[in-house]
């Protein structure tokens, strides 16, 4: 998308909401939505409870900054515990999972580079070792 197309400024309305088994996604900013040539913005709200269990991004980087709540954050085999105002740098086709472990609902921003990569988006590798050891998966139908 050329510069004068592509947006400046965005709002919630602008979002694209995706509902998974797991959570509720607000997609704000993206090649389709905003002409975004790089970057991927997202909102991710979490349930008490909910995972998304090991996967990887091919070719894409990723932070992870949580707003509110909890977030068992796995990096690899390394987890820490995150809270409001930390964040988690992923690198480039590292699995990784979160999780909200709290009482209360997990709202995180996801920020990814390479919007318009030619490689899958997410891959999953739960059901893989050493992945499938370090957390019993949750069986969702299919997306």
Known sequence: MSESAAKKYLTAADAKHISLPWCQVEEFVNVENAGAEDLILCRATFPSGEAHLFHYHPGREEIIYVLEGQAEQWVG???????PGE???IPSGMPHMTYNPGP??????AILNNARGDEPMVIDCFREEPWVSHFTPIEYPPV
């Open 87 to 89: 964040m988690a740098l």
């Open 77 to 83: 085999e390394e987890k820490k515990l995150l809270g």
């Open 104 to 109: 209360s609902p997990l709202k995180f921003l």
